[in-house]
């Protein structure tokens, strides 16, 4: 791994903990960025349109994903991908497998709020490996690969330190039509709400994640996510010294798509609160 002063494909200089990998990756993520971001100008005139953005948007994801799966194959030909609009394409390595969300907060884009990300997961051997996610908007990017740490831009990313949770900023994602129902929802909200510092919901999973990792947030949860949405947040996570499990305590996320994800320690504490809200709501 280089160490020193070195440029990203931007011309930007940054302090160079990017392995040949995370830069591969990170390269890709600018280069399907500008595309959302020309694309993102475009949405907010369309507001007021009486068709809508929704097929533009549609489309702006797809161009997204296109140019994304063109990078990272050209520079790891035998890599094989799970990507959210295209589905799986299989790789003549079979233990490297790209898992990709061109647009995470696409409701968030549909409608002109400025904040959604590109994420890019690499699993090695059925374990997270490396990840970036990218808010093209901030222009912020958040990266890690195992045993080297995780970085927003060129700064080293820890958890926060907080351990009441009077004093914790949680976030969630809320279920919405077309997804599994969770009746214990609200009541975990409520319960949520009575004991922290307060609650958001900004509408992209992956950078949620990112900001448990950063400690902006102190603590995440949400159910029925999918592979793409938690991908490169998991990595990230890990590596700035988060605490990931599912949301009864399980290490399932990429299966069930339920992560609870904090700083560690409120770890117990928000699993706890989140689990007797739902008993007591199943009574
Ligand atoms: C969605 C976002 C959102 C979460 C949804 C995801 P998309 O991803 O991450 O925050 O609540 O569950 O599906 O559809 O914008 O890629
Ligand atoms: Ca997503
Ligand atoms: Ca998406």
Request: with cysteine; net charge negative; hydrophobic share 40%.
């Amino acid at each position: 791994m280089p160490n020193g002063r070195a440029t990203d494909a931007r011309g930007r200089t940054f302090l160079s903990r990017r392995s040949p990998l995370v830069t591969v990756m990170a390269n890709a993520a600018y280069k399907a960025a500008r595309g959302l971001v020309r694309d993102f100008g475009e949405v907010e005139q369309l507001q007021v349109s009486r068709k809508g953005p929704a097929d533009f948007v549609s489309s702006s994801d797809l161009k997204a994903e296109e140019t994304l799966v063109e990078e990272l194959h050209r520079a790891r030909p035998n890599f094989g991908f799970l990507l959210e609009e295209g589905g799986t394409v299989k790789g003549t390595d079979s233990s490297n497998r790209w898992i990709i969300d061109p647009l995470d907060g696409t409701t968030n884009f549909l409608h002109g709020v400025p904040h959604f990300a590109i994420s890019i997961g690499l699993e090695r051997d059925g374990k997270m490996f490396a990840g970036v996610v990218y808010d093209p908007l901030r222009d912020e990017i958040f990266t890690a690969e195992t045993g080297n740490g995780a970085y927003l831009n060129a700064k080293r990313l820890r958890v926060s330190a907080r351990a009441q949770m009077s004093d914790a900023l949680i976030a969630t994602g809320m279920p919405f039509k077309g997804r599994a129902s969770h009746p214990e929802y609200p009541a975990m909200i409520e319960a949520v709400t009575d004991s922290a510092a307060g609650i958001r919901r900004f509408g992209s999973a992956a950078l949620d994640l990112c900001y448990v990792a950063a400690g902006r947030y102190d603590g995440f949860w949400e159910f029925s996510l999918s592979p793409w949405d938690i991908a490169a947040g998991l990595i990230i996570l890990r590596e700035a010294g988060a605490m990931v499990s599912g949301i009864e305590g399980d290490d399932c996320m990429m299966e069930s798509g339920d992560i609870l994800a904090t700083n560690g320690r409120l770890h117990e504490d928000l699993r706890h609160l989140l689990a007797e809200a739902a008993k007591t709501s199943r009574n």
